[in-house]
C-alpha cells in the first residue's frame, strides 16, 4: 500500500514481485454493465464525459463490482479532439462531419491546453483520486489510431484513405502525427497532474501497419510520447490489437509496458520484448462468454505462460465485449488473484 493505494499494479508495471497477480480490463467501464446501460438511457456519452460526478460513478462501477487492482478513466480517445473543436460524435463509433482530406485541415487541430479546453476530464481525475484505493490509470488514443479516425472519418477496415495518406503525403502525414503526439503528451501529463497513477497509450489499429510502415511513419510519434511522459514517474502502457508483428516496435517506443493481444502466447511475447519491459493481457476476450470452468482453464493458460515472472498485468487482449456476464468477470478476477 502506497498513500492508502493498493500499488500491485504499479509494482507489477515496474517489474517488481507482488503477491498476487493485478488484474484490470480494458473497457471494463461500460456497456456490459447493468448499471452503466442504466445510465446511458438518461445521458448521451458526452453529456456523461463532460459532467465530472457522472464520468467519476462509471469509472467507478466497474471497480465496485468486479473488484479489479485498477481504474480506467471514463472518457474516450476522440474527446481531445472534440475539444480542440474537431467535429465528432460516437454512434457509438467516432463519426466525424468533415474528415481531414489535405494538408489545409491541419489549421484544424490547435494544440491542446488541457486545463482550458477539458477542464471536466481533469476535475473528474481528481475527483476519483481523493476516492479511490486503487491506482487510476489515465489513457490517450496513440497518434495512429487517431489519425485514423480523423483521415476516414470514422471506422474503416482497411484504413485506406489513412494509408495512402502516409504514403503520398509524407510531409502532411508526419505533421499530423506530430501534432497528435504532442495532443497526446499534453492530455497525459495534465491527466497525471491531476493524480492519475499509471497511463495507457491506445494505438489500437496499429497492427494494420507492417513493421516497415510501423518504423518509418508512426515510430518516430509514438517514441516522442512516451519521451514525453519519462520524467512524471508512473508506469507507462502501449497496446495495440493484432500486433504480434509489431511487439518490438511497440516496446522501442519506449513505454515500460507493452499490452499483448490474445493471438500471441505470453512466453512468446516475453521471449520476443526481453526482461526490461513488462507486459499486460492476454485472455482471449470471447473466452470471457463460455461458462466459468472454460474461463478459468483459459486464464490458467495465461498464467501459465507467463510462469509465475514479475511484470505481468492481467488482463483481457482487447476490451471487455459488450454481451459479458459481469458476474464472470467477477470470478475471474478472484481466480486470478488466488492462482499463486
Ligand atoms: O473502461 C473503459 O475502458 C471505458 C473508457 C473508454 C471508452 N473508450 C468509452 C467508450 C476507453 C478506454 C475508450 C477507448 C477507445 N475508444 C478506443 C481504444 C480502445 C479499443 O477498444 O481499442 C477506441 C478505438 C475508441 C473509439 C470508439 N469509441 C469506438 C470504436 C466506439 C464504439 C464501439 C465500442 O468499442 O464501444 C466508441 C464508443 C465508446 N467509447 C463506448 C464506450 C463505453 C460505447 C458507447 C455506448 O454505446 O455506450
Known amino acids: 500500500m502506497v498513500d492508502g493505494v493498493n500499488s500491485s499494479l504499479l509494482d507489477a508495471c515496474w517489474g517488481k514481485p507482488v503477491e498476487r497477480v493485478p488484474v484490470w480490463f480494458m473497457r471494463q467501464a461500460g456497456r456490459c ?23 467519476a460513478e462509471v469509472t467507478m ?99 485506406g484513405r489513412t494509408k495512402a495518406a502516409m504514403h503520398a503525403e509524407p510531409a502532411f502525414w508526419s505533421e499530423l502525427l506530430d501534432r497528435l503526439a504532442d495532443m497526446v503528451i499534453a492530455l497525459l501529463r495534465a491527466q497525471v497532474a491531476a493524480g492519475a497513477a499509471a497511463v495507457q497509450v491506445f494505438d489500437s489499429w496499429a497492427g494494420l501497419l507492417s513493421p516497415a510502415d510501423y518504423r518509418r511513419s508512426v515510430l518516430p510519434a509514438t517514441r516522442k510520447i512516451f519521451a514525453g511522459l519519462e520524467d512524471l514517474g508512473v508506469p507507462r502502457i502501449h497496446f495495440g490489437v493484432g500486433t504480434g508483428e509489431l511487439l518490438e516496435l511497440l516496446a522501442e517506443a519506449g513505454p515500460d509496458v507493452v499490452g499483448v493481444d490474445w493471438r500471441v502466447p505470453l512466453d512468446r511475447a516475453r521471449a520476443r520484448l526481453g526482461d526490461h519491459v513488462a507486459v499486460q493481457g492476454n485472455l482471449d476476450p470471447a473466452a470471457c462468454l463460455a461458462p466459468f470452468d472454460v474461463v478459468a482453464r483459459e486464464a490458467t493458460a495465461v498464467l501459465d505462460a507467463n510462469a509465475g515472472r514479475p511484470g505481468h498485468v492481467f488482463n483481457l487482449g482487447w476490451g471487455v465485449l459488450p454481451e459479458t456476464d459481469p458476474d464472470i468477470l467477477r470470478r475471474l478476477v478472484d481466480f486470478v488473484h488466488g492462482a499463486q
Open 33 to 55: 454493465l447493468p448499471e452503466y446501460r442504466a445510465l446511458r438511457e438518461r445521458y448521451g456519452m458526452f453529456e456523461i464525459f463532460r459532467n465530472p460526478e457522472l464520468a
Open 61 to 159: 462501477q466497474p471497480v465496485r463490482r468486479l473488484g479489479v487492482d485498477a481504474a480506467i478513466l471514463f472518457s474516450d480517445i476522440v474527446v481531445p479532439l472534440a475539444a480542440v473543436g474537431v467535429g465528432v460524435e460516437l454512434q457509438p463509433g467516432p463519426v466525424l462531419a468533415e474528415p481531414f482530406r489535405t494538408p489545409a485541415d491541419l489549421a484544424r487541430l490547435r494544440p491542446l491546453e488541457p486545463e482550458a479546453d477539458m477542464p471536466y476530464v481533469l476535475d473528474t481525475v481528481r475527483l476519483l483520486t481523493a476516492q479511490l484505493d486503487v491506482p487510476l490509470i489515465g489513457f490517450a488514443g496513440a497518434p495512429f489510431t487517431l489519425a485514423s479516425y480523423l483521415i476516414e472519418g470514422g471506422s474503416s477496415k482497411t484504413l
